[in-house]
C-alpha cells in the first residue's frame, strides 16, 4: 500500500493575514506534487466534500490534495462573502511541496467548484491544468 500522509485543519494564511483552515493530503515522499483543490463553504468534514473527489485515491495516485473551508466557514477565519474574496485567497500552489508550476485542478460541481474557480486565472494562470466540473 502506497502511503499517505494527512493533515487535518492545517493553517493556510491568505495574503491579507485571515487564516483559512484545510485538509491536506500527501503522498508519501518529499514532492513537488500537483494539486488538486476543493475548496468549499459546507465544511471540509461533511460526506458532501468526497463527492467526486477521493482524497485518499488521489494521494496514492501521487496528487496532493487540498480540501479547505472558505473564508468565514467553519474552521476557517475571517467573514463569509461569496464571491467576495476568491480571488485573492487562491495561494494554494505556494505550498513548499509544489514548486508553484506543477499541475493542479480544480474539482466539483457548482457549489464546490465555484469558491475556488476565481482564484485561478488572473492570480495562478500556470498552474492550472485541469477543471472538473459536475455532470447534468
Known amino acids: 500500500m502506497t502511503e499517505i500522509r494527512i493533515e ?7 495574503r491579507d493575514g485571515t487564516v483559512l483552515r ?20 459546507y465544511g471540509k468534514h461533511t460526506p458532501i466534500a468526497a463527492i467526486g473527489l477521493d482524497p485518499l485515491a488521489a494521494a496514492r495516485r501521487g496528487f496532493m ?14 467573514e463569509w462573502e461569496p464571491w467576495t474574496y476568491e ?8 505550498a ?3 514548486d508553484g508550476q506543477d499541475a493542479a485542478g480544480i474539482d ?9 474557480v476565481p482564484a485561478m486565472p488572473r492570480t495562478l494562470p500556470i498552474g492550472l491544468r485541469a477543471l ?3 455532470r447534468r
Open 96 to 98: 513548499p511541496e509544489t
Open 108 to 116: 466539483g460541481g457548482s457549489p464546490l467548484r465555484s469558491p475556488s
Open 8 to 14: 487535518f485543519d492545517v493553517p493556510a494564511e491568505m
Open 87 to 94: 480571488e485573492s485567497d487562491g495561494p494554494f500552489l505556494n
Open 22 to 41: 484545510e485538509d491536506v493530503y500527501r503522498p508519501g515522499g518529499t514532492g513537488p506534487w500537483p494539486v488538486l483543490l476543493s475548496r468549499l463553504p
Open 132 to 134: 472538473r466540473p459536475a
Open 65 to 78: 490534495v487540498v480540501i479547505q473551508d472558505t473564508r468565514g466557514r467553519f474552521a476557517s477565519e475571517g
